[in-house]
């Protein structure tokens, strides 16, 4: 009797065991879908407007994400030389008020983001104050992936996207 009672206790322990483990590990966050965007990426995503203004890293990539391209006060480099814009001088702020540099096609010529045939990765700007572009970029592929960049294309974060696809 006592054999039987040993036996349907480990068949019981067996079965929730396999219970909490099925219902812990399928459970998706937002964090492994999006490639582990913070809380600030997150709630930026929350806020966005399409017809907004931004310039921060959060902000920005959240923009991507939701609706595909860039907010539409970033510029590319060619349509900022056609406005005035002289690199060498940081003179953005007067050439193109309250614009940032961005759109242009990034070339991955180092390979430190992924390849995939047909991917094609564009840039931005980050934090830009309409002077001298600084190191902080994101690059962002046609296909959903989302990097940051604070030391000019040295080390990237993933911030939305899967590299895998």
Known sequence: ???????????????????????????STTDSMTGG??????????????????????????????????????????EAKKAGWVSSKGNLAEAAPGKSIGGDRFGNYEGNLPEKEGRQ???????????YRGAKRIVYSDDGLVYYTEDHYETFELLYGEENL
């Open 121 to 131: 990765y564009y840039e931005c700007d980050i934090d830009s104050d309409g002077s």
């Open 1 to 27: 009797m006592i054999q039987n009672w040993k036996h349907k206790l480990k068949y019981i322990c067996g079965v929730l065991v396999l219970l909490l483990c099925f219902l812990t590990g399928c459970t």
């Open 37 to 78: 965007t913070d809380k600030d990426t997150q709630q930026a995503a929350a806020s966005l407007e399409e017809s907004g203004s931004y310039t921060s890293k959060e902000d920005v990539a959240a923009y991507i994400h939701q609706f595909g391209q860039l907010p539409d006060n970033f510029i590319t480099k060619k």
